[in-house]
């Protein structure tokens, strides 16, 4: 009944209980001491004294200071979500926000919750220290702040019971005194079932940087912003002529709309004192995106991409943020300069390829944001160096080398030196904090986690500056390449504090960084071979991939000899290549294999797409004779700049004649026609390949059969003589039916006798005509006389020489 009004008491709000603890301290010390009066006052005072100090620690007998989670003073867990101002003032009022959960199996009863202020951490190491630190610890976890407002009562919680919270305390009652970085803790203090007295139940630590006044020396703190992404951009291309491109997906989208990682970047970083870091190819990728362009759906169908808006403003936006500021490009795509220098080194032209990456993104930049960028500077994944990347990262030019300290170690001195270093060749290396640098790579979307992160990267530049206040120094930050949106926050809610805020540091550019003064102290010496990080060696891009590069460069370069147009190759493939050994792979394994497989492949479709079309076996009769060969050209460009040649696989005396050009437009075919000559009767296998200018062989040959067959003298005079007994045949033949005159027509009815055949025979004057066909008394007929009348079908003799015979 008492823990259901306790927690209906504390859903009403229930706050500031200071004198409500009182009196239940005060009613606990006389129930203790009320049996012992009568002369045991000193034993009476020794029980009014325990549950005193046990209301600011955990008797150790029964509640650990730090056990397992769920028991002693881990029973609660304490998420602060925010802490504002992060940076307070003389007169500000510290407001903490956030939530109490009932971790454990018991109920929790009088849950109050209060604000303790430890002692001044005077080092970089005491921060990571207590903020690694789990439990309650009296000595280290200092006081609890008293007074109006300095507390909230939770009431009652049973197990897994969560409490939003909001604390008000007056800074001036946090009794802050000299300039340093105090910690401060919200912590939880009541009961559970089986013990009888009030304990700490929970802490959550956080830490506040305080400074009475202006540092005498601030630290020019150098942080590099950076706009980098995993390549999206393939080198395929629609055969339009805008050559709509091709995206793996839309994820890049997504990062460039409102809330987006990449948005959210320019957006926070536009008022901030930092150094743009960017890969020119996410400002190609961004620009390509502000027309048509397609992505590849879960299928791998392309389908029409969403984001042009989204890139339009991004790109507008990032113009407007960067004008007047300090740019520096990468190498385009961002290539892994660690790889390169440990297996890219061993592949021919491997190395060659980083000039061209920094040239093309000079170019870029200046193309797209209309602004100068700094190519000088290299980065290594994760600022971890070896000689050899040295020597990689400055072969392009660039004579300033990002490393990081806890790969370039210090000795010997006690505080964080200036960060540029000659490293000799008249090279630098800015050395970055590495405190300061991995200070939001956690997970900060989970609750509490940013404004942890933020008070420790404060509380770090803050001691920073107080290590040596007679001295000023130059410090880079460089932070992880991909920021998400919630780390991006992080970063920008610092550096806005420290730049509003902040007394004891200065924004400064990373071309000031480099020029600053060098540490005498500090190491100069670059890290040796064996040093580099074995998880580091471990993601870099194995050999194969500059071999497969390499490969795919030289069919690049055979292919785009023969093109008409070859800027609609070299640009997208060009750049694709680039993409190909970037940095991003080292977290996307398969990711990168596949992209390159893909470059090489639809390149390698890109050049069978002209090609000779296959020839059945032919047969040649003769002496000479004329070979086909056709060449398809199924490009949407003309093709120029190769010759044809065949080639005779035995010697059977087959000239197959000379090489021909070839020059076939876009979507035609085209025959070539060789004169070959044949010396002898055989078999042979003709081989047919393509070569361009240069002599390089271009796709595979294609092979074809030819049968020779020689034709001698003597069978040209036998068949000439067959041909000349056929033509005197034909003239005997023609001659003799000559002399025969017309045959009779064997459809002409035959002669009937009697008186009726004299009448229907007559003619107009009363002659007939004579049946061997000549009129009568003409003296024309064989038989004038009338010999030659007709004997009748009852003679049965047969008819004279001469005479015609109707059949």
């Given at each position: ?238 055969s339009d002529e805008q050559q709509t491109p091709v995206f793996r997906d839309d994820r890049l989208a997504e990062e460039l709309a409102p809330g987006g990682r990449l948005q959210q970047l320019v957006r926070l970083g536009k008022d901030l004192p930092i150094t743009w870091v960017i890969d020119p190819d996410l400002l190609a990728s961004a620009e390509a995106m502000t027309k048509r362009y397609l992505v590849r759906d879960e299928n791998g169908k392309e389908v029409p991409g969403k984001g042009q808006e989204y890139a339009k403003q991004w790109l507008s936006d990032l113009q407007d943020a960067v004008r007047g500021e300090e740019v520096v490009a990468l190498p385009f795509a961002d290539p892994d300069l660690a790889s390169l220098a440990h297996k890219g080194k061993y592949v021919p032209g491997a190395l060659g390829n980083l000039g061209p990456a920094t040239k093309r993104s000079e170019v870029a930049v200046e193309a797209i944001l209309h602004t100068e960028a700094g190519t000088d500077f290299a980065w290594p994944d994760q600022g971890a160096l070896d000689p050899s990347i040295v020597d990689v990262a400055t072969s392009a030019g660039a004579r300033n080398v990002i490393a990081r ?403």
């Amino acid at each position: 009944m008492d823990e259901r009004v306790a927690e209906a008491a504390e859903m009403q709000g229930t706050t500031n209980a200071p004198p409500r603890r009182w009196l239940r301290r005060t009613a606990t010390v006389l129930t203790a001491t009320l049996p012992l009066l009568g002369g045991l006052l000193p034993a009476a005072t020794a029980v009014a004294q325990a549950p005193a100090s046990s209301a600011s620690s955990a008797s150790p007998a029964s509640a650990p200071a730090s056990g397992e989670q769920g028991t002693g003073s881990r029973t609660a867990d304490i998420t602060v979500n925010a802490l504002t101002p992060s940076v307070p003032e003389k007169g500000d009022t510290l407001r903490i926000t956030g939530k109490v959960t009932n971790s454990s199996d018991h109920a929790i009863t009088d849950g109050e919750l209060g604000l303790r202020v430890g002692p001044k951490l005077d080092s970089r190491s005491a921060i990571e220290q207590n903020a690694k630190r789990k439990g309650y610890n009296s000595s280290a976890d200092g006081t609890e702040v008293t007074g109006k407002r300095t507390s909230v009562d939770v009431g009652s919680m049973r197990p897994g019971i969560s409490r939003s919270f909001s604390l008000k305390v007056p800074v001036q009652a946090l009794k802050l005194r000299d300039s340093g970085v105090y910690q401060i803790g919200v912590a939880l203090s009541g009961r559970t079932r089986g013990v009888g007295y009030e304990q700490v139940l929970g802490i959550e630590r956080s830490f506040l940087p305080w400074q009475t006044s202006d540092a005498e020396n601030k630290t020019q703190l150098t942080y590099m912003w950076p706009l980098i992404s995993t390549p999206q951009l393939t080198a395929r291309t629609e055969s339009d002529e805008q050559q709509t491109p091709v995206f793996r997906d839309d994820r890049l989208a997504e990062e460039l709309a409102p809330g987006g990682r990449l948005q959210q970047l320019v957006r926070l970083g536009k008022d901030l004192p930092i150094t743009w870091v960017i890969d020119p190819d996410l400002l190609a990728s961004a620009e390509a995106m502000t027309k048509r362009y397609l992505v590849r759906d879960e299928n791998g169908k392309e389908v029409p991409g969403k984001g042009q808006e989204y890139a339009k403003q991004w790109l507008s936006d990032l113009q407007d943020a960067v004008r007047g500021e300090e740019v520096v490009a990468l190498p385009f795509a961002d290539p892994d300069l660690a790889s390169l220098a440990h297996k890219g080194k061993y592949v021919p032209g491997a190395l060659g390829n980083l000039g061209p990456a920094t040239k093309r993104s000079e170019v870029a930049v200046e193309a797209i944001l209309h602004t100068e960028a700094g190519t000088d500077f290299a980065w290594p994944d994760q600022g971890a160096l070896d000689p050899s990347i040295v020597d990689v990262a400055t072969s392009a030019g660039a004579r300033n080398v990002i490393a990081r300290s806890d790969h370039f170690r210090d000795t010997g001195i006690s505080y964080t030196p200036t960060s540029a270093r000659p490293i000799g060749g008249g090279n630098t290396a800015l050395v970055a904090d590495a405190g300061l640098s991995t200070a939001f790579d956690e997970d900060l979307s989970k609750p509490g986690a940013s404004s942890k992160a933020v008070q420790r990267f404060l509380a770090q530049t803050h001691t920073l500056t107080a290590e040596q206040p007679a001295q000023q120094r130059s410090v880079v930050v460089a932070p992880q390449r991909m920021p998400t949106a919630a780390q991006a926050r992080a970063m920008a809610t610092s550096l806005k504090a420290l730049n509003d805020n902040g007394s004891w540091t200065e924004g400064a550019d990373l071309s000031a960084a480099a020029e600053a003064k060098p540490d005498p102290r500090a190491t100069r010496a670059v890290p040796g071979n064996g040093a580099y990080p074995r998880s580091l060696r471990a993601q870099e891009l194995p050999k194969e991939a500059y071999e497969q590069v390499r490969h795919t460069n030289a069919v690049l370069d055979d292919f785009q000899k023969i093109l008409s147009r070859q800027d609609r190759v070299i640009t997208p493939f060009g750049t694709a290549l680039h993409r190909a050994t970037s940095t991003a792979w080292r977290a996307e394994e398969q990711a990168g294999q596949d992209f390159r497989d893909d470059v090489e492949d639809y390149l390698t479709g890109l050049t069978k797409k002209v090609e000779l079309i296959q020839k059945s076996p032919i047969t040649l009769s003769g002496r000479s004779a004329t070979i086909p060969v056709t060449v398809q050209n199924n490009l949407f460009q003309d093709v120029d700049g190769l010759t044809l040649k065949l080639e005779s696989s035995r010697r059977i005396g087959l000239d197959v004649g000379k090489e021909q050009p070839v020059r076939v437009a876009g979507g035609h075919s085209q025959s070539v026609k060789f004169n070959t000559t044949a010396k002898a009767n055989g078999r042979s296998v003709v081989k047919a390949q393509l070569y361009t200018k240069d002599g390089q062989p271009y796709g595979k040959p294609m092979t074809f059969r030819v049968n020779v067959t020689s034709i001698t003298s003597a069978v040209l005079l036998v068949i000439a003589g067959g041909v000349l007994l056929v033509v005197l045949a034909g003239i005997r033949m023609y001659t003799q039916r000559k002399r025969r005159g017309p045959r009779p027509d064997p459809d002409a009815p035959l002669d009937e006798t009697g008186a009726d055949e004299d009448a229907d025979g007559a003619d107009e004057d009363g002659d007939k005509p004579s049946r061997n066909g000549t009129e009568n008394g003409n003296g024309t007929g064989p038989d004038a006389s009338g010999a030659g009348n007709d004997t009748g079908r009852e003679s049965g003799g047969p008819p004279g020489p001469g005479e015609k015979v109707n059949r």
